[in-house]
């Protein structure tokens, strides 16, 4: 397996590394979406999530990666009664595994995507077994699809599907197979080559812009790292360990903070307000105000949510969410400071 590069070692893009932490404290706020220039270290930021996640305990055996302690959620192999732990006596056998991070690439199969009948076992077996696809890899962790905006509409349309119910079925070739599928659905591309359709853009809770750095000193930076990094990966990543392991626990810390957290009426009537008067579609980013506010109430170990955690957090979660207006070119993060701005000010 290929070493990434170290997310602790990511120089610059604060908007995009502050993002992915978010949803790293909490999923739930559902997912982020990172468009910008090419080169700007958008996948090479996404890839590094792995370093921010603790290990997961999942039933061994288990292809799904069920968790023990949600029976009501498992698969089919890990239902109560059946599967792995048919026998009343049996005790269930559980080990912990990282999180993954699943590439799925612009040019996978259907078949890749959501699994198939194994055709090796088929073939030299006679059996008909289901081989699991990219979508069951991803349960419990991040589905990764680069240049995003690129994806074929029927592909968009299944991500959309298993996205919203949380399982993915599967009905083909004699086989009936219906597993949980929750995931984090993380996106990057360049607007310039495409526009994501607007149902799979409001999946992602949060979005971010990112540009071509200006600062000389800051390039210089990013390239000495990534010159360092290309001679000797695991060398270079073993000296940002340190660092990576401040950043897992500071994750591990703000997850055990988050129930915890509060959010009073006042901020969530400042919530719907600024989402009421930006004129966003549904409730769907209120819900996105409120977990990403408290989450990133948590990463900083405050214990409620604040102004100024709305003031960081609202561009990212609304500036996708906006309708276009051809006469005003501002852009849209800026559209949804400025509403904030007054409506403060009254």
Not at 252 to 257: E, G, H, I, N, Q
Request: with cysteine; charged share 25%.
């Amino acid at each position: 397996m290929a070493t990434t590069f170290p997310f602790a070692a990511i120089v610059g893009q604060d908007e995009m590394t502050l993002a992915i932490q978010v949803v790293a404290i909490d999923p739930t706020v559902g997912g982020v979406l990172v468009l910008g220039d090419r080169g700007t270290g958008k996948s090479t930021a996404v890839r590094a999530l792995a370093d921010l996640l603790p290990p997961i305990q999942v039933i061994k055996g288990c292809p799904y990666k069920c968790a023990p302690n949600k029976p009501a959620l498992a698969c089919h192999i890990c239902q109560p009664e059946k599967g792995l732990h048919a026998s009343k006596v049996c005790k269930l056998v559980t080990e912990n595994r990282p999180v993954s991070v699943v590439d799925l690439p612009l040019g996978a199969t259907e078949d890749r995507i959501v699994g198939a009948l194994d055709l090796e076992k088929a073939l030299s077996q006679g059996v008909k077994e289901f081989s699991p696809g990219l979508l069951a890899q991803a349960h419990r962790g991040f589905l990764y699809i680069d240049e995003v905006n690129l994806l074929d509409d029927h592909l968009v349309d299944l991500l959309i599907d298993v996205a919203a119910s949380g399982e993915n079925l599967v009905e083909r070739e004699g086989l009936s197979i219906r597993h949980p599928a929750r995931f984090v659905l993380v996106g990057s591309g360049n607007p310039e080559e495409g526009e994501l359709r607007p149902q799979l853009l409001d999946r992602f809770g949060l979005s971010v812009q990112v540009k071509t750095p200006q600062d000389v000193a800051l390039r210089v930076e990013v390239i000495k790292r990534r010159d360092a990094f290309d001679k000797d990966p695991d060398a270079y990543k073993a000296q940002w360990q340190e660092e990576s392991d401040k950043l897992q626990k500071r994750i591990v810390k703000a997850r055990k903070l988050l129930p915890s957290v509060v959010i009073d009426d006042d901020m969530l009537t400042l919530c719907a307000t600024l989402c009421q008067q930006l004129g966003t579609d549904g409730l769907r980013a209120e819900l996105t105000l409120l977990r990403a506010t408290r989450a990133l109430a948590a990463m900083q170990g405050k214990k409620k949510v604040h102004a100024e955690h709305l003031k960081t957090i609202a561009p990212l979660a609304l500036r996708h969410r906006l309708r276009r207006n051809p006469l005003d070119d501002t852009d849209s993060g800026e559209r949804v400071n400025r509403c904030l701005q007054d409506i403060l000010a009254v």
